[in-house]
């Protein structure tokens, strides 16, 4: 059964950081693309970052590009995105999604349940 855990949201301060993970089972990292999108209430969801280790692929949406890092931990089929110098812009719920082969804006099989990140002071 193929499945998709995020976690690590929370609350935190403008300015500071959250690591979220996103943990497969059911199937390996190698030959799928893991990405992040994100949904902030009454906006569409956005695709902020992708990873794909078997095309050497990053990917960052202009908003996160030198604030988020995507990062994959093979030994423990978990992919991470770190995200440093939060602003109140950055709350939503982030969900990770896979897909076969590359990184693309669609066609993701498969969704996690999503996890809450709230910047606020």
């Known amino acids: 059964q193929v499945q998709l855990e995020e976690s690590g949201g929370g609350l935190v301060q403008p300015g500071g950081s959250l690591r979220l993970s996103c943990a497969a089972s059911?199937?390996?990292?190698?030959?799928?693309?893991i990405a992040w999108f994100r949904q902030a209430p009454g906006t569409e969801r956005e695709g902020i970052s992708c990873i794909s280790d078997r095309y050497d692929f990053r990917y960052y949406a202009d908003s996160v590009e030198g604030r988020f890092t995507i990062s994959t931990d093979n030994a423990k089929n978990t992919v991470y995105l770190t995200m440093n110098s939060l602003a109140p812009e950055d709350t939503g719920v982030y969900f990770c999604a896979a897909r076969r082969d590359r990184c693309q804006p669609d066609g993701y099989e498969y969704w996690g349940q999503g996890t809450q990140v709230t910047v606020s002071s």
């Open positions: 059911g199937f390996t990292l190698d030959s799928y693309a």
